[in-house]
């Protein structure tokens, strides 16, 4: 029985730290932009991909950002509800379900990188903007890319596996 709470506590390990990992790495991205960049200045990289600090006060593609404070405190709160429930349903796996882990951690380790932004500043640092020409694709981050890469993995597992509920 303590080789399976070993065994247990070491996927967890894994699966936590890999949220932690790109909570990090959201993070350091997010300050070395912010220190390097002015608001809106640009670093442009080629025709189509550049780096411009930006700052979302509102959810994804900048719903609400302009409803006068309030969206703070309830995107905060909704995503504190969806950590929690992410880190009990990876607690709750089986260790079979690898895929979903990696995915759940993902979107773990996003959705902590951007409440920790909301609650610290009041915002979302956002920087990278991709366009073609004058049409550009909202500015995101490493947390968002994170969010989208476990929700597309979670979408194929359904997918891979259409039996499981």
Known sequence: MENESDNKIARL??????AF???LIDQVTKQWISATLSYGSKMVFT????????HNTG??????SDAGGWQRYFFGIIASAISVFLIVWIWRLPKEERWLACALSLILGGAVGNLYDR???GYVID???????????PAFNVADSSICLGAFMMIVDVFRNPHKR
């Open 47 to 54: 025709s189509f991909f550049e780096f411009t600090l930006l």
């Open 119 to 121: 609650l610290l500043y």
């Open 127 to 137: 920087f990278i903007a991709v366009h073609y020409k004058q049409f550009y694709f």
């Open 21 to 23: 990992v790109v909570l």
């Open 13 to 18: 390990f894994l699966w936590y730290g890999l």
């Open 59 to 64: 959810a994804a593609f900048s719903l609400l």
